[in-house]
């Protein structure tokens, strides 16, 4: 292996430090390929994401944003690219260069290297694969008009396996922060195989609100949610003939509670999805405690809930009709509102959504 010196040391600690901050996918880019740059400069630095079976790019971002390569043209004749070909053979996706796989003769009778490299001045590309789908191709590329070498490549190794948790890092940033409809909503992070990554305990007490906990020891979820879990994941899996998108599960529970589940798949490891669990319960006949309301303000106030009107109250409570007023007049007072109807909306607790 190339041995690197201090100064590379140097640059590749610039390089975890620049890319440290936990970012999004959709921030991964404008964190990663400007730092790839300082690393091992060139003159396009990408990241690319291609449907191997459609020959088409998913994604293709580009540093600096001034740049331009012709994606229309380029997936027409990508997989003439040496790299892409290499990967195939050796199924993985290791740092490699165009110059240290195939004579550049070669290279320059390519399709694409006439119509996209050579129009552009470029000559060689430096690249590594990041994780993706099943039949996705994704990779971190530096595009250059000079040659690479071993050296630049071993620079490039050296962080590709601190990039590739980066990006599966990103897609599980940009899972938890997926809108969930509600902000009460819990949410679980699962591996591929609808295993918990991240799971909080208030979580699992939502599950096991509604579901009986495993008497298989080994078992992760209760029977019903594993088996419609692992269902989901079938659904969505890229590996499918037809993938369709995952179905909600809705359960009933004991007091009239719903809960909900969806799963919302990883759009581009695979290896994650996020399992959304939203409860909704039913309105409660407690009052708020942090009112200070007397007993009785409250049970007036219940009785008011309940329809009666202030003669009926009084007459429930043997009270005279001045004193239901009075008790009202307080309640008022205590939860800053105006009228009757607001005291009620705002006293008691309402379902979970």
Known sequence: MERLSQS???????????????????????????????????DIICLSETN?????????????SGAHIDT???????????????????????TVFTSG??????????????TVYRTLGLEDSLAFGLPSRPGLVACICIERHGLFS??????????????????RNAEAYSLLGAPAGDNKAQSMLLDHSGRPLLAPEEAWDVIFRYFPAPVDEEAVFPPPLSGWLQLQLARSSPKSDIPDPPMPLIVSGEGGGTLTLRLIPGAKTGEQALLLLQERRPASDAIVPEFGLSEREKEVLLLARQGLRNADIA???????????KHFDNVYYKLGVENRTAAIAHAFHRGEV
């Open 72 to 94: 229309d043209l380029f997936d027409l004749y990508m997989f003439d690219h040496p790299i892409f070909q290499h990967w195939d053979r050796v199924a993985a996706s290791p």
């Open 52 to 64: 191997k079976e459609l020959q088409e790019s998913v994604t293709f971002d580009v540093y600096p």
């Open 315 to 325: 007459d429930r409570l043997n009270i005279s009709r001045r004193t239901v007023e």
């Open 8 to 42: 590379d040391l140097d640059k590749v600690r610039d390089f975890l430090e620049a890319t440290s901050a936990p970012c999004n996918l959709a921030e991964f880019s404008a964190r990663i390929l400007p730092a790839t740059q300082n690393l091992v400069p060139g």
């Open 101 to 114: 796989l195939v004579p550049m003769r070669r290279w320059h009778h390519t399709a694409l290297y006439q």
């Open 150 to 167: 071993d050296h630049d490549r071993a620079l490039l190794e050296m962080v590709r396996p601190y990039v590739a948790q980066l990006y």
